[in-house]
């Protein structure tokens, strides 16, 4: 397990924590294999009405983008390329 803790990486998250934890594929003994599993948690500041709206879409996208990107390098390096 790897975890990854950010403290007031932005103006739009005060702290998050983000885990991994890779479990083996037990159920395929031919195929080996494992499963990524990713957790996160964050703080958002205390805004209200639209921009609370606004801020946590921005936080949510930003939150995506950087699970793929995380991802795709996984996959990269476990492809050899």
Same mark, same amino acid.
């Given at each position: 397990?790897? =975890?990854? /803790?950010?403290?007031?990486?932005?103006?739009?998250?005060?702290? =998050?924590? /983000?885990?991994?934890?890779?479990v083996p594929d037990t159920e395929s003994p031919n195929r080996p294999g494992f499963f990524l599993i990713e957790m996160n948690d964050s703080e958002l500041p205390d805004f209200g009405g639209i921009k609370l709206s606004v801020v946590r879409k921005v936080a949510t996208g930003k939150a995506l983008d950087a699970t793929r990107d995380t991802l795709q390098m996984y996959q990269r390096t476990l492809s050899g390329r």
């Open positions: 397990m790897v =975890a990854n /803790q950010q403290l007031y990486a932005s103006r739009y998250m005060r702290q =998050a924590l /983000q885990m991994f934890d890779c």
